[in-house]
């Protein structure tokens, strides 16, 4: 029952929260690409994340999801092959997934770290939730694990898990064993 899809998704799934991000409720079912028909074939990366904000602009997702899953993408991790300096990375500890992301971009030009004008862009757009996201770094885990678990989700209506009836916005609420 468990596919190749669903082992790189669980991957994902197990990346965010070894890195000190949220708990995300994990279901299996996907279907496997089987050939070179059932490819998604796309453009090559353009510049430091911007095809993976294309892509995410194209599903139309409510601002709260949309920001949330870019800063997901930028707090962890460098911009290059590069992996020393300040302007290697988007946050002080690409290694740990937490909100300074959105803290930094707040900075604007006083940000020590890397920027680009997609990040920028995020700001004059969504000032709400990057605004959001900086103060509150539960708020940032919750709407990041909602929108992480709907897209990994997407097109696969099958899937199946342990917590099936437990789930509340990507994550699950356990039921009282003292009741």
Not at 108 to 134: C, I, M, N, P
Request: hydrophobic share 35%; net charge negative; glycine share 8%.
């Amino acid at each position: 029952m468990l596919s190749v899809s669903d082992l790189i998704q669980l991957g994902g799934y197990a990346a965010v929260e070894y890195c000190g991000g949220p708990s995300m409720v994990f279901r299996m079912g996907r279907e496997d690409v089987h050939g070179e028909a059932d490819v998604v074939h796309h453009d090559p990366e353009t510049f430091y994340n911007s095809l993976n904000l294309a892509r995410l602009s194209r599903l139309n997702l409510p601002a709260e999801d949309f920001v949330a899953l870019v800063g997901g993408t930028q707090t962890l991790g460098f911009k290059g092959e590069l992996k020393k300096g300040h302007q290697s990375r988007w946050t002080m500890n690409p290694y740990v997934f937490d909100n300074t992301y959105f803290q930094q971009l707040l900075l604007g030009q006083d940000s020590k770290y890397f920027s680009t004008e997609h990040d920028h862009q995020l700001v004059r757009e969504h000032r709400k939730w990057v605004e959001a996201y900086a103060q509150d770094q539960n708020l940032f885990f919750a709407n990041y694990a909602k929108a992480h678990v709907n897209l990994s989700e997407l097109n696969s209506p099958h899937l199946v898990g342990e917590m099936n009836n437990d789930i509340v916005d990507g994550g699950y609420v356990e039921k009282s064993r003292w009741l």
